[in-house]
């Protein structure tokens, strides 16, 4: 994978295909993998970026700098200068979403389309925050994510009635089980708390061009449930897609589905 330092620490991302730019914007807790099957379908017709957030799959530790979601869409903007591009279609899922909206609104002249997917740009409801902050404290005091905690956390990402002996839903499951203490405690439960104690922009919704923003939810989607979605809809005025079958990574849950919504967003837009 190629790499850029930014912020004094390497970012690795996926550059794959030729074409219009599609910068991919990942989930929290999960890698580049999470996207496979979109950058199979998109890297046919299109560049695909797919940077991994940090302290996920080969990139480093959370930069020092690094405070809130604003930095993350920063960081985002100092790849694509090093990369020498000058407009993206930007497609985020979850915390990829928060940021990927905010670099939006930071530099809209950068994003030709945009596509919002299982995501919500309004704060952490309170009670919820709570709830991820007592995890991360006892991922801290544990040094590790506990078996018992796992089986709290992996089912949060995907639709309730998955099989649980999946390989989705395995391999994810070992993966978290994988992480070091020094990457848990230097990057996944900073930005796990950066990510749940984020502002509202709520406000700055109507900013973003309707014609050109697409909002998708998985229908069965947890953390980020589809009336958050409806509401981001709404004040941005653009369409909205539920996705059937799907959970909060609906990307890998239903991909036949999310590409063709994808491609032919694209194909009228990018």
Not at 126 to 145: H, V
Not at 181 to 202: A, M, T, Y
Request: with cysteine; charged share 20%; hydrophobic share 40%.
């Amino acid at each position: 994978m190629p790499v850029a330092v930014i912020d004094g620490q390497p970012l690795h991302y996926v550059d794959q295909g030729s074409g219009p730019v599609v910068l991919l914007g990942s989930s929290y807790l999960w890698d580049r993998d999470m996207w496979a099957p979109q950058i199979e379908a998109l890297s046919q017709q299109y560049r695909v970026i797919v940077p991994e957030l940090w302290g996920h799959g080969e990139s480093g530790p959370l930069p020092a700098p690094t405070r809130s979601l604003d930095d993350l869409a920063r960081q985002a903007l100092a790849l694509l200068d090093q990369l020498d591009i000058p407009q993206i279609n930007l497609i985020g899922l979850s915390v990829g979403g928060m940021w990927g909206a905010r670099l939006a609104l930071l530099a809209p002249e950068r994003i030709n389309s945009l596509v919002l997917m299982d995501t919500y740009l309004g704060a952490e409801p309170e009670a919820t925050r709570q709830y991820y902050f007592s995890l991360f404290k006892m991922i801290e005091d544990a040094g590790t994510i506990p078996g018992p905690l796992l089986d709290v956390v992996a089912p949060i990402f995907f639709r309730p009635g998955i099989d649980r002996e999946s390989a989705l839903y395995q391999d994810f499951r070992k993966q978290l089980q994988g992480y070091s203490k020094e990457r848990l405690l230097q990057s996944i439960v900073p930005l796990g708390r950066l990510i749940f104690s984020r502002e509202d922009v709520l406000g700055q919704l109507p900013k973003l061009d309707a014609d050109t923003t697409l909002v998708m939810c998985g229908e069965q989607d947890k953390p980020r449930p589809p009336a958050e979605s409806e509401e981001m809809a709404g004040l941005i005025g653009c369409s909205l897609i539920l996705i059937p079958q799907a959970g909060h990574i609906s990307a890998r849950e239903n991909p036949d589905f999310v590409n063709e919504a994808l491609l032919t967003f694209l194909a009228n837009n990018a």
